[in-house]
């Protein structure tokens, strides 16, 4: 009896709704394509294709020794500056405000020169900006990047996240809302998943008459087609 009067709940709800087409594209939560901010000489390449990296992994560096002996030549200056600013402070009621001024200045100069020396030897390394997986790699040792016209040298995507980016007709926008069922079939599979609209576009295309939505999945390879029914409640 329960079994018979779930069936008939389960058709009542079918009845009172409406299943919108839509088609979709696998593709990743997060993809990015990643290119140094400085020119130089590859030293190093740490990641290949299929390889999994932890967000800030160094994926490759440029050679650096300059930038390095930069960084190390502010930081001893600025060592120094403070240790005169320090003497300076113990005795700044009995020296002339001015003079005071030049330690004063002479110190915060050097520690913003440690700043950007810092800044100019960070951008010869390059960093995941998030856990991920390379999909693609267009760098080796001894490369040379150049400053004035920089290439992506490596893409990344998010490991397992993935979102479907849907396609329906524009006629639904009134009817598609955030948290509607989304049924779908992945093109080559047989198996039959459920997922909910998380975000809808805010435009329609004017060349295809279409409106884009997404659903959260998993795992799916990316760039795979398949088609769904979007569940509206008519109420």
Known sequence: MIRILLGLIGL???LNATEIYATFNVMA???ARLAFDAGGITKQVNYDVANSVKKNSVLASLQNDDMKASLARAKTAL???KKDYER???VKNLIDAGRF???AFKYENAKNEVAYAQAQYDKTFLRAP???VIYAKDIEVGDTVSGMMLKTVFKIQSKRARKL???FDQKYHNSVKIGQPFKYSVDGDSKLYKGV???IYPNANSANRKIKAEVKAKGFVTGLFGSGQIIVDDK
């Open 12 to 14: 009542v709800l079918t």
């Open 29 to 31: 939560q997060k993809d």
């Open 79 to 81: 060592k120094f500056a």
């Open 88 to 90: 300076q402070l113990k």
């Open 101 to 103: 001024d030049q330690y």
């Open 130 to 132: 998030f856990d991920g």
């Open 165 to 167: 980016v849907l396609e």
């Open 197 to 199: 609209i998380s975000k």
